[in-house]
């Protein structure tokens, strides 16, 4: 079987460990209700009510009670995040890394896996993306 070895790119990546933890959960304004008044929310306002992350959301799966233990990590389910992914999404458990990849889509990454795979860049180099559009064209 032929052997390939892994392109070097530099990419972003954070390590999740609860709702929130991610640099850009509460980096938005949104709008929302308030006493049946629309009304602008700011990031911080979301971010010091603990509110649902934008970017890792709160886990929910109707067949998954929130106490019952994940078979991945042992931990409950109800400190669990859900992340949208390429291919629809991912649950993700406390202390998985959350990537950007190439593409600016972003999913988790186990920390063995992630430790194995990357390390720091330490030369100012920054993460590298690439312009899908030509790559759907292509196979139009």
Known sequence: MPAYRKKPVVIEA???HKNGDHPEDC??????????ELRTF???ERKANEWEG???RYY???????ESLCEQCGEPHHVHGWID???QGHRVCPGDWIITGVMGERYPCKPGIFDATYEPVT????????????????RQ
Do not use: C, M, N
């Open 14 to 16: 954070t390590q999740w």
């Open 27 to 36: 980096a938005d304004d949104q709008q929302g209700l308030e006493g049946g």
């Open 42 to 44: 700011t990031g911080a």
């Open 54 to 56: 934008s970017v890792v």
């Open 60 to 66: 929910r799966h109707p067949d998954v009670p929130g």
């Open 85 to 87: 992914t390429l291919e």
């Open 123 to 138: 030369t100012g180099a920054a993460p590298q993306r690439v312009d899908i559009a030509p790559i759907y064209e292509d």
